[in-house]
Structures are given as structure tokens and as C-alpha cells.
């Protein structure tokens, strides 16, 4: 699975954005896809996933109320739509998919291990 972030820039406090990931490859197989983020000397971080249907999403602590996650399998693209951001918002943003490990709705904690393919990161700068 090749995946391609898009749709980073830098916003002012209050803001908005969305992220786009179109994924391309292993046509034909089902899996979830998720947004994950990392900003400087930190780990990267869970931020939203979804189900291959749409119906289950999933959100880190720092996007629930904010963040909102969908996907489009026609166009194999996933979404991530960021309202009222804020400066600690600021990070790089990868897209994943989890293609080979356990359904993500089972996992306590969704972490980075349970993605397999990752794109290149999309930069976000949210300014004060």
C-alpha cells in the first residue's frame, strides 16, 4: 500500500484544515486507515482512525470534540478534518493503514504498531 498525504499548511489559532491520503495498492483487501501525528522530540501519536466501512472511528484525546475522520473507498482516500486548532496542534501528520493486525475496535490503545504502511507526513503550523 503506497500512501500520499496532502492538504498540511499553516493556520492561524481557531482555524481549519483537512488532510487528505490517497492510497494506492493491494486492491481488493479491506483495511483501516488512521492519522497520526508527530511533533518535535516527541513520540508520534494517535490521532483518529477508521474502519474500511466508515462505520467505527476511533479518536485520540487531543481530537475528539475537534477532529473528524472519514474516507472515501471509491477514491481510496481518507480524510482528516481539523476545526478550532490550536498551536500544540502543531506537528507533522502521517497517514497509515493497518492492513495485517486485528481489528482496531478489539485493541485498547490504538498505537503505531498496529499500522503497517505509512506515507510521508504532511506538515501542520498552527500559529497564536
Known amino acids: 500500500v503506497q500512501l500520499q498525504a496532502s492538504g498540511g499548511g499553516s493556520v492561524q489559532a481557531g482555524g481549519s484544515l483537512r488532510l487528505s491520503c490517497a492510497g494506492s495498492?493491494?486492491?481488493?483487501?479491506?483495511?483501516?486507515m488512521g492519522w497520526f501525528r508527530q511533533a518535535p522530540g516527541n513520540a508520534r501519536e494517535f490521532v483518529a482512525a477508521?474502519?474500511?466501512?466508515?462505520?467505527?472511528?476511533y479518536y485520540g484525546a487531543s481530537a475528539l470534540g475537534r477532529f473528524t475522520i472519514s474516507r472515501e473507498n471509491a477514491k481510496n482516500t481518507v480524510y482528516l478534518q481539523m476545526n478550532s486548532l490550536k498551536p500544540e496542534d502543531t506537528a507533522v501528520y502521517f497517514c497509515?493503514?493497518?492492513?495485517?493486525?486485528?481489528?482496531?475496535?478489539?485493541?485498547?490503545?490504538?498505537?503505531?504498531?498496529?499500522?503497517?504502511?505509512w506515507g510521508q507526513g504532511t506538515q501542520v503550523t498552527v500559529s497564536s
Open positions: 497509515a493503514a493497518a492492513v495485517y493486525g486485528p481489528d482496531l475496535g478489539s485493541v485498547p490503545t490504538i498505537t503505531t504498531r498496529h499500522f503497517d504502511y
Open positions: 495498492g493491494r486492491t481488493g483487501t479491506t483495511y483501516s
Open positions: 477508521i474502519s474500511w466501512s466508515g462505520s467505527n472511528t
